[in-house]
C-alpha cells in the first residue's frame, strides 16, 4: 500500500523573458499547468503563484521576490516549484547557488518539472553516526550547476532563440 504523502504548501515561480515567450511557448500559462501537475502529484497545496516578465540574467535576480515570501514564517511554505533552472535563474552558478542556498536555509525545497534538483542527501559519515555540515551533500548538486551555466551559455549562443 502507498503512504499517503503529506500536504505542503507550495509557490510556484514562472519567469518568462520576451513577449513572444509571454505569448506562446515557454508562456506563463503553459509553465502554470505544468507546475500546477506537478504541485499535484506532490500532494501540495499552491498558496502563491509568482509572474516574473523580466531576464533572469541580471544582478537582481526576479525570482529574490519569491524567496523572500518563502521567508515569512506566516506563509508556511515548504516548496518552491519551477519549470526548469533555465526559468529559475540565467546567472549561471554564481546565482543559482545562493538564490537555492536561501531556500535551503529557510526549509523549502526547490523542485523543478524535470526532475533535475534531486531531494536526497547524502552523509558521508553515516556509517559513524555523525554528521557535519561538510560531510552531507546533494548529489544532484553537479548537474544543477552545470544546468545553471548552460542556461547562462544559451544567452551567449547565436543560434539559440536568445530566451534570457
Known amino acids: 500500500m502507498h503512504e499517503q504523502l503529506a500536504r505542503r504548501n507550495a509557490v510556484i515561480a514562472i519567469r518568462v523573458s520576451s513577449d513572444k515567450q509571454f505569448q506562446e511557448g515557454d508562456s506563463p500559462e503553459a509553465q502554470r499547468e505544468q507546475l500546477k501537475r506537478l504541485a499535484a502529484s506532490l500532494n501540495a497545496s499552491i498558496k502563491k ?3 516574473f516578465a523580466e531576464s533572469g540574467a541580471k544582478a537582481d535576480q526576479p525570482m ?4 523572500d515570501y518563502c521567508r515569512e514564517p506566516s506563509n508556511n511554505i515548504q516548496l518552491f516549484l519551477i519549470k526548469s533552472i533555465d526559468r529559475f535563474t540565467r546567472g549561471g552558478a554564481d546565482f ?4 537555492k542556498k536561501q531556500l535551503d536555509e529557510i526549509g523549502v525545497s526547490l523542485i523543478d518539472n524535470y526532475g533535475i534538483i534531486s531531494q536526497q542527501r547524502v552523509n558521508t559519515l553515516e556509517h559513524l553516526g555523525v554528521k557535519y555540515n561538510w560531510s ?3 548529489p544532484s548538486q553537479k548537474t544543477e550547476y552545470l544546468e545553471a ?4 551559455d544559451e544567452l551567449r549562443d547565436p543560434h539559440s532563440d536568445g530566451r534570457c
Open 64 to 67: 529574490q521576490a519569491a524567496i
Open 96 to 99: 543559482y547557488g545562493p538564490l
Open 149 to 152: 551555466e548552460r542556461a547562462k
Open 136 to 138: 552531507e551533500y546533494s
Open 49 to 51: 503563484t509568482f509572474i
